[in-house]
């Protein structure tokens, strides 16, 4: 007799969990397959660390099939789902088509970043959703201060040594907390000019900063950021980005070559292709995470609306916490309905606390709803995330220690360019490659019942620059700037396409209540909440925090760029015909989520 065949769709939290309480509780007698773009489970909660020069990338990634045993990876992303002939259909790296046959069906595809109509942000800013995204950020404001240092222009230098973060939930309050140590450290080796300093603004249009949290940890964040140096400015949004600055919504225009956008997530558009009921870009799932009508089908995560059973009429936030135990319900009762363990599980909570890391020995905390700040908060956080990660907790420990007696490196590898991180993409885990096909549209959702390499183009599609073989879209001008992302001068192969953001929405951060999980790509705690905002990010906007785990217009400088790896000396034109056409993920909007699980 055959093994019942499981596909698990997304290796974010909420997948990656799902798989492996699946490969212990069926011990062999179930075949799962695991789809997902890359070969490792991120953890999302660590990623400003690694912008900031404290870990090495490879510490935030746990490889699938070294702590998955007895599950199968397949590498490849989902473009379409035939819920009647019990198929996925994928897309490999290469650009070939797949498709994967089942009897239950796990969708943890989690989230993308969030974008709203400002002018100009999709093309100049970038976002901070995977680990391309944090490895160009290192680069590009590595960059920046090597450049500023050797200018003689007091204006461009003060413009390349302003960064500013959008959305001050979890992931932008880190990023800022980080990203202002890092370039004080960098100045102390390179002077800048005479009473220049590096300059990090953090905006939000939410009242205060971490507004989904206690205004006890608000404060404590706040005072923090605020005596590192860091420009809190609340009540703001920006309503327009240029290659040389923004400007926000108060009328000021601030010179900048970086903009970051962390705003919050929406759900990743794959389920809106189902033909099932949505909340908010969400698949509609029963408090055992079934979909109504298809038993045989599970979600979880981001992408899964699940039912609050604490809060009656409400469904758990995207987040990180809740998308980690989300995987250990799912598992379970997938097992269940095979009939290899007993009864399934309706999915509960229970709040533990939350932890932000705001860099060095300090952080914000409050676990079992004590409030703490200082060097216990900050060992209360490290010691957190060491107990969270599924594997290289020895490696992390060791790169803290040495971050705390030896000076950082300061370099630039050049590994990605800014081109090859859009703002819009379905894909944010993957970095787009030179040479590979341009932006492009996705096709229309596929009906059940219908293959979906034979849908047609959506009337809503948004291009999709990290993704191979889609049936081309529009492209826009290559205005890029040097040293900025999708700007005049940057790299040649790409520009940032898609539509633009604005500047702020709920949930970009993770927000919701501790001890919740998601399936994108942070630890259980890097989720951003459902709800959207303007410019600002809400009560999220941020991948990067961790709930305590529990229960079931400027003219351009004009001196010489070329020291700048992101300026191309020309832009070559992709040959007709050097890409595989492939079918492509139905668009969709999403909320807002915290959830490091990457999708």
Known sequence: MSRPRVVIVGAGFAGYQTARTLSRITRGRAEITLLNPTDYFLYLPLLPQVAAGVLEPRRVTVSLAGTLPRVRLVLGEADGIDLEGHTVHYTDPEGDGGTLAYDRLVLAVGSVNKLLPVPGVAEHAHGFRGLPEALYLRDHVTRQVELAAASDDPKSCASRCTFVVVGAGYTGTEVAAHGQLFTDALVRKQPLRQGIRPRWLLLDIAPRVLPELDERLSRTADRVLRGRGVEVRTGTSVEEATPTGVRLSDGEYIDTRTLVWCVGVRPDPLVEGLGRPLERGRLLVDPYLQVP??????????????????????YTPMTAQHAWRHGKVAGRNVAASLGIVGERRVYRHRDLGFTVDLGGAKAAANPLGVPLSGPLAGAVTRGYHLAAMPGNRVRVAADWLLDAVLPRQAVQLGLVRSWSVPLESASPELARVAGGPPPQSRPAPVAPGTPAATQGADTHAVPDPGRPGAAPGPRKSAVLDPGRPGAPGDDGPGHADGTGSSAGGPGADGS??????????ATPGAEESASGRSAGSGPGGSTAYTPMASGSGEPASTEPEASDPDKPTHAEPEAPGSHKPRPARPTGHRPDNPSEGAS
């Open 512 to 521: 919701g209540p501790a001890g919740s999980g998601r399936g994108g790509h």
């Open 293 to 314: 009508g298809h038993p045989e089908v599970f979600a979880c995560g981001d992408a899964a609306a699940v039912p609050d059973l604490e809060r009656p009429g409400q």
